[in-house]
């Protein structure tokens, strides 16, 4: 089927295009006493690696990273990184940019991502002078700050495009509507209450129909859906990091009942909670 001008005017505009604005920055450094927690972002994440190793938890995935790699991970996809035994702590830069995704490219198997890591423990790619830089803007005061640091994440973003075009692209995405943001916001707060979708619908001002449609646009998958894998993602740290028995995860993130909780647990990890533990247990 032939493309439409409209579908051939924004794949030009993607390609030629790319106006990279920051959402967000950070600059953290973990000890071995902090487990870090799941995070999710309505926007996608740039994270480098500046010191340390361990494993970076992406969905059902566990990603070795060492000092040096750099992962770029799409708006909401849950993420946690354990840092390694031999580690005392690791630094973690790294920034989130509006309205832009990676993907895989046309007729690859894997064309819809969630991530992309770039191995380089050797460092012989100098990443940690863009972070640096975007960070200290994007905090800064100073005139034209935050320009500038759209302006180096912009640079960066383009020349690893231009590196790995034969592995990624990129997507322009929709702008999240604001009423969606707070009802994820309020998910990711209380995941572990018992979320209704009309509930949810009279937060947002909204009959539960249009919620979901709403919804879906900006994250692709419905409320009810991403609270199931919200407490999926929480369930997975807990198994990981501590010795709580199936009965109280399931308690903790918001399941009625265990055997509901397997169950679900099953269908979205492939494994059941126990063969979980056993496999990723730190």
């Known amino acids: 089927m032939e493309k439409d001008n409209e579908q051939i005017v924004e794949e030009e505009n993607s390609l030629n295009n790319l106006d990279v604005k920051i959402l967000d920055s950070q600059k953290n450094i973990y000890d071995e006493n902090i487990s870090s927690r799941i995070q999710f972002h309505p926007f996608t994440y ?9 494993k970076l938890s992406i969905e059902s995935e566990l990603v070795d990273v060492n000092a040096g790699d750099l992962v770029i991970i799409n708006s909401n996809i849950g ?3 354990y840092l390694d035994k031999s580690v005392s702590k690791v630094k973690i830069l790294g920034f989130g940019i509006e309205s832009v995704s990676i993907a895989g490219l046309e007729g690859d198997t894997s064309k819809n991502i969630n991530y992309f890591h770039i191995d380089n423990k050797d460092k ?8 640096e830089d975007i960070y200290r803007e994007h905090k800064g005061n100073d005139i034209f700050a935050k320009s ?3 302006a180096v994440a912009t640079t960066l973003v383009i020349n690893l495009l231009r590196k790995y075009r034969k592995s990624i692209t990129i997507k ?3 702008r999240v509507n604001r009423q969606i943001d707070y009802i994820k916001s309020y998910i990711d707060s209380n995941y572990n209450e018992d979320i209704k979708l009309e509930d949810l619908s009279s937060m947002a001002y909204m009959n539960k129909f249009h919620l979901i449609s709403e919804f879906k646009q900006s994250y692709r998958i419905t409320p009810i859906e991403y609270l199931i894998l919200k407490r999926v993602e929480i369930a997975k740290n807990l198994l990981i990091s501590t010795n709580h028995t199936m009965e109280e995860i399931s308690a903790l993130v918001g399941f009625n009942s265990q055997s509901y909780f397997n169950q679900v647990f099953k269908k979205k990890a492939g494994q059941t909670p126990s063969q979980f533990r056993r496999k990723h247990r730190l």
């Open 46 to 54: 740039f994270y480098y690696l500046a010191e340390g190793c361990g």
């Open 79 to 81: 993420h946690t990184l």
């Open 124 to 131: 012989t790619l100098k990443f940690e002078e863009y972070f």
């Open 148 to 150: 500038l640091s759209n």
């Open 172 to 174: 322009h995405d929709k």
